[in-house]
């Protein structure tokens, strides 16, 4: 154990939800946006929120205390270092991260409930693709600050052809296309995502280069033809048996010689390491019927049992983790 474990600590780990809501509830009401650009008063806020004046006072005065605000004369305003990452309009905004966590907080929040019957956590039928657009946001939030790492990694060389497998809004494909100009990619993923990846895509002008296909890995085929797949954060949402079939659809898409990436966490044998992955595993409880985190030796043998073989880790980086195989 790295850490001695006392009366404080613990009780310092139970009430940690409290920042995090505070954080989360500012987001949902886009309050670093509305204070970005001049200072209010906690009255002034709340008339914009149409909010009640003491419960929005209550949270300003919160959010100062956790200096993501800046209070002068009664008065509020974004702390000036934040401004590009919480408001929306931010250059390197990560409110679409926050606001899939807000999403997030809602089924965490009847974990104990799910490990007494099962799971997952019941969620609204409301809100659907107020929910998808978070995810598809929280992604790309990630991915496109990974995504550079991600193929040096890979190397991709002389690969031509890939394929992105629920390649969410591109930023991975973006990545390839970019390090590589003779390269062309399919993304394959579900209609509506298509539709955001397009958007994406397009802006970065790299559409003529892109096929992008609507259909669900869970009953569809995949496009054939492929030197290079990527499974970026896919694994985690099923289980085994699912990743099996996600593994052989993959190789069938792949020509003679292709290679599959798999990117995800790679669990220690006795999973406990990382201990994000572990906790990432109880996401995945609350909010999947049947997703997990898994080790090597279990990602290993779901491509072997495919047909893949050379089967190695590239890296180990949490989520980052790549692991390697080649079509023989």
Known sequence: MTTALTHESIQHMARAFSRSRVLLTAVELDLFTLLADKPLSAAEAAGRLKSDPRATTILLDALAAMELLEKSNARYRTTRAVVPILTTRGEDS??????????????????????????????????????MEAFIGAMHVRAVRDAPELVRAVKPGTARNLIDVAGGSGSYTIGFLNASPGMKATLFDLPEVITMARERISGEGLLD?????????????????HDLALLSAVIHQNSSEQNMKVYRKTYDALVPGGRIIVRDYVMSPDRTKPASGALFAVNMLVNTRSGNSYTFDEIREGLEKAGFKKVKILKNGEMSSLVEGWKP
């Open 94 to 131: 990560i409110i679409p991260s926050l606001m899939h966590s807000a999403y997030l907080w809602k089924t965490w929040s009847q974990l104990t409930e799910v490990v007494l019957d099962g799971g997952p956590a019941h969620r609204p039928d409301t809100g659907v693709n107020d929910r």
């Open 209 to 225: 280069r892109v096929t992008l296909v609507g259909g669900d890995y869970n009953t569809d085929e995949l496009p054939g033809g």
